[in-house]
């Protein structure tokens, strides 16, 4: 069974992006952007809501043909490409590169994935990860906290029915006071 986890950045308030869907706040600093660099390459599927991908298709495809690319984001660039990812959405009609598109029950799909053999998957959204945390799904999270608050947005948390109970795993700090934890749920 393939383990599945949601990992995002947060604001001290608990927002994955401010009012607007502003991600301003969150620019990582050269190690932060390494550690999400060595998520991507090991991550061996990546589940996507329609607005996310919207945001990484129109840039990482193409990212490493940019005159200013830094060699991280080069290599950024091509571990994105090669990762294996779905896309949940009912509206977009069609995905390109190394994505297939599921229209139907996301929750439903995202069982059946984990069911299946295979690598570590990440899931990358905050409303694709809400309905994930609300069926039970979720294996581990991980937040990488930037010392901001932005007063509103989207949630890194939805509303849920019952506890769900953690273990913390791991601690991290980075530059800028940006602290990275993870926790599992405990089953």
Do not use: C
């Amino acid at each position: 069974m393939r383990k599945l986890a949601f990992a995002m950045n947060v604001s001290l308030d608990g927002y994955t992006a401010a009012p607007g869907d502003d991600l301003g706040w969150s620019v990582p600093s050269d190690e932060l952007f390494q550690y999400w660099s060595d998520r991507v390459g090991a991550t061996g599927l990546a589940l996507y809501g329609r607005r996310v991908w919207e945001g990484m298709s129109s840039h990482w495809p193409t990212a490493d043909q940019q005159p200013d690319a830094t060699p991280a984001h080069v290599e950024y660039a091509r571990r994105w490409r090669e990762m294996p990812k779905v896309v949940f959405s009912s509206t977009i009609r069609r995905v390109d590169g190394n994505a297939r598109l599921v229209s139907s029950d996301a929750v439903a799909e995202i069982t059946r994935l984990k069911a299946e053999d295979g690598g570590p998957m990440d899931i990358v959204g905050s409303t694709l990860a809400a309905a994930a945390m609300r069926a039970g799904l979720i294996d581990e999270y991980v937040l990488v906290t930037a010392p901001v608050l932005v007063g509103g947005g989207t949630p890194f948390f939805t509303a849920l029915d019952e506890w769900v109970d953690l273990r913390l795993v791991e601690t991290r700090t980075f530059p800028d006071g940006v602290l990275l934890t993870r926790y599992e749920t405990r089953r």
